[in-house]
């Protein structure tokens, strides 16, 4: 009973805060428009759910956030910081793009290739990072950032170099064969059924931290490495593990955004991903590092990021004000759990945990 109005209590303060920084960026936007605040609320509201096409666009942004979110969750689950889930995903991408444009099979089996593909790029990518953690104790923050910067180079030669189509006007690949596209789920709209395989993802996330031994092995990890190491954990095996399939998630993110809604890989310079794997943080982080409330988490931010977007494009506001409202909702969240962290410290409070 204790632990059921405990987490009431928690999503309630949650929710309350995640508001509060929803009225302090219409505040923002009220100054930096020539909108009211009704007017802005109203556009938000239009450019989240006011038709068929503004909900579609706010999936197709939540899809990538949904696998990406579930990748940071697997990785933070056991203390394990990953902050290169951007160049993860980029290293997705371009393993689909190769499948895609240098394997010929039909379509479900080549799809399926660019999935196990994707996967494995973005795996080694991450493990890379694992394996200087648990070999060489070098700070994970410090490697998979420093890999999503050459994750993004390694895409600028790709396709300013050997992969450039050079019958286009703009720096890219060929197209993908149909073969190697995800379908579209509903018509008339870009969403794709990469919305299908996070949902997929999620529940195997929820079964891996329910019910089996690795999961109970990642927690463990997360909750006191020393601990795991002597309940027989392999704990090295386990952050690089870990990690792979961290980095895992987020290649199939970058998979869904060129198989499912370019059909073709571009540089980074014209945003392949505005940052999906930075706002994959966020995602996380906001909800409470399991699967379902990641999964919830990625679809508010769509629809919020969606909205967002609606905003700029009718106020011909720069693109950088999206940023704003995601960043104080990400604040807030921060500042609660740190609150909230304070509060546990009392002494009349360390009882009743």
């Known amino acids: 009973m204790r632990e059921k109005k405990g987490l009431l209590l928690n999503s309630i303060s949650l929710v309350i805060v995640v508001i509060i920084a929803i009225f302090v960026a219409v505040i923002f936007y009220r100054f930096a428009t020539h909108f009211g605040i009704t007017e802005i609320g109203g556009i ?10 503004t909900i579609t666009e706010c ?5 990538p956030l949904i696998l990406a979110g579930l990748g940071v969750t697997f990785a933070f689950q056991g203390r394990l910081w990953n902050i290169g889930a951007e160049g993860q995903l980029y290293m997705g991408a371009i393993a689909a793009t190769f499948i ?9 089996l080549h799809m399926l ?15 890379i990072a694992g394996v200087f953690k648990a070999k060489l104790g070098v ?7 420093m890999l999503n910067f050459t994750a993004i180079w390694i895409v600028h030669y790709l396709i300013y170099g050997p992969w450039r189509d050079l019958s286009l006007s703009r720096p890219q690949t060929s197209f993908f064969p149909a073969s190697a596209c995800l379908p579209i789920i509903i018509p008339g709209s870009r969403l794709h059924a990469g919305l299908l395989l996070g949902i997929a993802c999620a529940i195997l996330t929820y079964v891996v931290f329910k019910y089996t031994r690795l999961g109970y092995a990642i927690k463990m990890l997360g909750a006191n490495p020393k ?6 954990i392999n ?8 990690m792979f399939i961290s980095g895992g998630l987020a290649g199939l993110a970058g998979m869904g955004l060129v198989c499912g809604l370019y059909h073709y890989l571009i540089d980074a310079a014209y945003q392949i991903s505005p940052g999906y794997g930075y706002y994959a943080i966020g995602v996380a982080l906001l909800g409470g590092l399991s699967a379902w409330g990641t999964f919830l988490a990625s679809i508010f931010f769509g629809f919020l990021m969606g909205a967002a977007s609606y905003l700029k494009a009718m106020a011909g506001m720069h693109a950088e004000s999206l940023f704003v409202i995601v960043g104080l909702i990400l604040l807030a969240v921060l500042a609660r759990g740190i609150f909230i962290g304070q509060l546990k410290r009392l002494p009349g409070l360390r009882g009743r945990e």
Do not use: C, D, M
């Not at 938000?44 to 096409?53: C, E, F, I, R, Y």
């Not at 895609?100 to 479900?108: D, K, R, T, Y």
């Not at 700070?139 to 950032?145: A, F, H």
């Not at 601990?227 to 027989?232: D, E, F, K, L, V």
């Open 44 to 53: 938000l509201l239009h450019g989240a759910v006011g038709s068929k096409h």
């Open 59 to 63: 999936l197709v942004i939540a899809t």
């Open 100 to 108: 895609a444009l240098n394997l010929s099979a039909p379509a479900p």
């Open 113 to 127: 290739l660019i999935i196990i593909g994707s996967f494995l790029a973005g795996g080694a990518w991450a493990a």
């Open 139 to 145: 700070n994970e923050i410090l490697t998979s950032i």
């Open 227 to 232: 601990a795991a190491q002597y309940g027989g």
């Open 235 to 242: 704990v090295s095996r386990a952050i690089i593990i870990t």
